[in-house]
């Protein structure tokens, strides 16, 4: 219908869109870069620390999305392994994870705003910035999730092998990042929040 | 963000129609919803003057409020409505004005209508490559970028007009949604639109660098792209690294705007009301801002470097002067870029000692771009040069870029800039070095790779009238503000010249405003020029300007996939033009050098044993020759 590359005697190369995936993770990473660049000028031009014990729930969500890492880990091994109902079954377990994960963020902020009174509108931006850093990981949460699923459904339409790995693979690359993003502001926060 | 989901849909139908060959193309799949790269880089193209011209309408019509504060237009009124009462454009309208006309120049026409059009068309065609990493995210680019256009021109439509607080957007103007006219619906469809455009910028710049670095033909090494290539591959780079920093600038905007934080404002008394706001920093969103706001100026000029120093080379019939510095420059302007937006905000109460950094690294930038500017002026000495209007613009680009590069060592200095901050001494700079200098290579670009996009010849008589009329035009126009902004003229006034000390400038002023006319009307040339050569041009040949990059070995006619048979393989650099011993005055990349014995230097072999072996083996035979003889 659309794609109609003729192809010629070139062989179809995965390669550069899975390039594609790396440089999205560049720009990724300098946004999210310039939010924390944006709290430290924040901060520090004008004397408003965070003074916010992060909630526990943090915590949780931390070893979450760790654990989601390692099974999604693990379903690329079994993906090589050509060992598709294991596969499927640890895609499916990273989705839970991953939905887990966005759950508990949200209760974060159920504890953040209700237990704590630390609200988005605060007077002092610094708190607000911590809505801001989880609210904009969620937002590529979602699309990760997203591409979790596109790649799950492949695993049910019995598509080539080649194109299975690949999807694994973007899917894998973009996951890994989100659990480093969310460590990085993690720790961010953790080290800001006196 | 979601579109990476899509992006891999795409993947997917590659799979499903990847190998079906000679497809009967719809309408729509062929026109509208392409994803061959030289039909995307015609949309953008079009799409890009056709923005160009309404900015400009704007700026006509700012210009004849500049030039007679005191008369009224009654035609104004007819076509304006409430935006024009009584014959004259309203103050806030003005100020619409000035802010739409300069965004959708910077963005619209000088970022995605030049990277978007030269990229797109020239990357898969100079590097030997069948298409983009992924012609799916190519199309979506195109049209997330037609879509942020129509949103942004669509606030025209909202009754208090569209957004007025300049295209930097400052807060608390762009924060407070009642702080002005512009601060309303136009506001918001000027961020909705923007987060559009750089999510088009950024899926077609990941494409461009994943390309460029991926899909090479066969001997096409780094050191062997065009400047073109370079150039249009470091803007790419600068994009990917700048917009999202902008993203995070708007996103903490927008949760301003609506949400009632208070990242940006403090202290904030409207219509004699206290605002709930307290302790947000308005310099803060200066600082992200800029840190986009700054290379986006090298966005807008390095394609426009790299388009002028390869059309200047083809037409000088030399090698480009000093490749590899050429190359270096563009590189140290793409790291230098990052370090110096601090000298848009010397006068925000910024730390003098780190406005004397910010001074340094600025004025550093003067070396890359002076490197640049000598190779293009030695370029042409002693050239056998051919003044085609696409040389005439490459050369008009290089005298934009020398005088108004000239200003920029003024500005940056952080002790003059306290006086000319914020006037027509900025506004003269901009325009010249960055305005009609990336203007004038985007037009070079048009004149010159025209045969290549749609197989026709422009007329070259018409371009000759464009180019003079535009370049005089241009000085008369940006020139005498230079003097304006030293006298002290702020910028975005609505009527200066009602101050007593400035009604001097109002003779000025008319002066201006009758330059831009004329230099509006010559693109009435080019207009018709462009649009008739489409149809009624003279039939393209394969290599109309003798020029040795591989887009000339395509055909004419165009498919996709761009070369019927295999990719060519590529041997050299693209710059070999009147190589002594040569048979003619260019060989292109595709010619090994086994056919060339006679113009073979041993530099040319320098990693090539083999190769330089045989050249001496062949120049001893020679001599050999010559010495029976």
């Keep these: ?185 993690y720790v961010f926060l953790l080290l800001n929040q006196n | 963000m979601s579109t990476l989901a899509v992006h891999d849909h795409g993947v997917a139908h590659h799979d499903d129609h990847g190998h079906e060959h000679h497809h009967n193309q719809s309408f729509l799949s062929k026109y509208v919803f392409s994803m061959d790269h030289k039909m995307i880089a015609k949309q953008f193209l079009i799409t890009g003057i056709t923005m160009a011209v309404i900015a400009m309408i704007l700026s006509i019509l700012f210009r004849i409020q500049l030039a007679y504060p005191d008369k009224t237009f009654p035609l104004l009124t007819t076509l304006l409505g409430r935006f024009a009462p009584n014959g004259r454009i309203s103050a806030d309208f003005y100020l619409s004005l000035v802010t739409i006309h300069g965004t959708i120049m910077v963005f619209f026409v000088l970022t995605a209508g030049l990277s978007g059009t030269f990229a797109n068309l020239l990357i898969p065609l100079q590097i030997g490559a069948r298409d983009m990493a992924s012609p799916f995210m190519n199309m979506l680019s195109y049209w997330f970028f037609f879509m942020a256009s129509v949103v942004m021109l669509s606030s025209f439509l909202v009754q208090k007009g569209p957004a007025s607080g300049g295209w930097t957007i400052y807060p608390p103007l762009s924060a407070l949604p009642k702080a002005m006219p512009g601060s309303g619906e136009g506001m918001t469809l000027w961020l909705i639109s923007m987060v559009m455009f750089v999510a088009s910028s950024l899926m077609g710049g990941i494409n461009y660098v994943s390309t460029v670095l991926n899909m090479r033909t066969k001997g096409m090494d780094l050191w062997k792209m065009p400047l073109t290539i370079w150039a249009l591959f470091l803007t790419a780079i600068l994009g990917i690294l700048a917009f999202p920093v902008l993203v995070a600038g708007v996103v903490l905007l927008i949760f301003d705007r609506s949400f009632g934080t208070s990242f940006y404002l403090s202290d904030i008394v409207l219509n004699g009301v206290q605002q709930p706001y307290e302790g947000g920093s308005p310099i803060l969103f200066q600082h992200l801002f800029w840190f986009l706001g700054h290379p986006e100026v090298y966005i807008v000029i390095m394609p426009a470097m790299g388009i002028s120093s390869e059309v200047m080379s083809v037409n000088s019939r030399k090698p480009i002067f000093g490749y590899h510095a050429m190359v270096y420059s563009l590189i140290g302007i793409t790291v230098l870029s990052f370090i110096v937006w601090g000298h848009h905000m010397f006068v925000t109460g910024m730390n003098p000692f780190l406005g004397g950094v910010f001074m340094i690294t600025t004025l550093i930038i003067a070396v890359p771009s002076a490197v640049k500017t000598f190779n293009w002026l030695a370029t042409l000495w002693r050239g056998n040069i051919r003044f085609t209007p696409a040389m005439l613009f490459a050369i008009g680009m290089v005298s934009f870029f020398i005088s108004g590069g000239l200003t920029g060592i003024f500005l940056g200095n952080a002790a003059l800039d306290i006086n ?165 005055d260019y060989i292109p990349q595709t010619v090994p050098f086994s056919q060339t014995m006679s113009s073979n230097l041993p530099h040319d072999f320098e990693d090539n044993p083999k190769g330089l072996e045989e050249l001496n083996k062949f120049t001893s035979t020679l001599k050999a020759n010559e010495q029976v003889k």
């Design chain 1, 1 to 185: 219908m659309m794609a109609q590359i003729q192809k010629g005697n070139d062989r179809l190369d995965l390669a550069p869109k899975k390039f594609n995936m790396w440089i999205f993770i560049f720009t990724s990473f300098m946004f999210f870069a310039a939010l924390t660049s944006g709290f430290i000028v924040y901060s520090g031009g004008k004397g408003h620390g965070l003074n916010v014990i992060m909630p526990d729930a943090f915590k949780y969500s931390t070893a979450v999305i760790i654990l989601s890492s390692i099974t999604l880990f693990l379903a690329s091994k079994a993906a090589k392994g050509l060992q598709f109902d294991k596969q499927r079954m640890f895609l499916w377990l990273t989705f839970v994870l991953g939905v887990t994960f966005f759950a508990i963020q949200v209760y974060a902020w159920y504890v953040l705003t209700y237990k704590m009174n630390i609200f988005l509108t605060d007077t002092n931006a610094s708190r607000s910035f911590v809505y801001i850093f989880t609210g904009m990981h969620l937002v590529h949460i979602i699309a990760a999730i997203l591409l979790l699923l596109n790649t799950l459904r492949g695993t049910y339409k019995n598509i080539p092998q080649v194109r299975n790995m690949f999807k694994m693979e973007m899917t894998s690359i973009f996951w890994h990042f989100l659990g480093i993003i969310w460590i990085y502001l």
């Design chain 2, 420 to 584: 000319l901050h914020d006037t027509y001494f900025v506004v003269a700079h901009f325009h010249l070095v960055m305005g009609s200098a990336a203007i004038f290579g985007m037009l070079a670009g048009v004149y010159h790779w025209f045969p290549k996009m749609f197989g026709k010849m422009m007329d070259e008589k018409l371009g000759y009238l464009h180019f003079w009329l535009t370049f005089i035009g241009a000085y008369l126009v940006f020139f005498p503000m230079h003097f304006m902004g030293l006298d002290g003229v702020p910028r975005r006034y609505y009527a200066f010249t009602e101050f007593v000390s400035m009604q001097r400038w109002l003779t000025v002023n008319t002066f201006i405003t009758w330059a831009a006319i004329m230099a509006a009307c010559a693109q009435v040339a080019f207009l018709y020029n462009f649009i008739t050569s489409i149809f009624i041009g003279k039939k393209a040949t394969q290599n109309p300007w003798e020029s040795n990059t591989l887009e000339w070995t395509t055909p004419v006619e165009h498919l996709h996939g761009n070369w019927p048979g295999e990719i060519p393989t590529v041997y050299r650099w693209p710059y070999d033009y009147s190589k002594p011993g040569a048979e003619e």
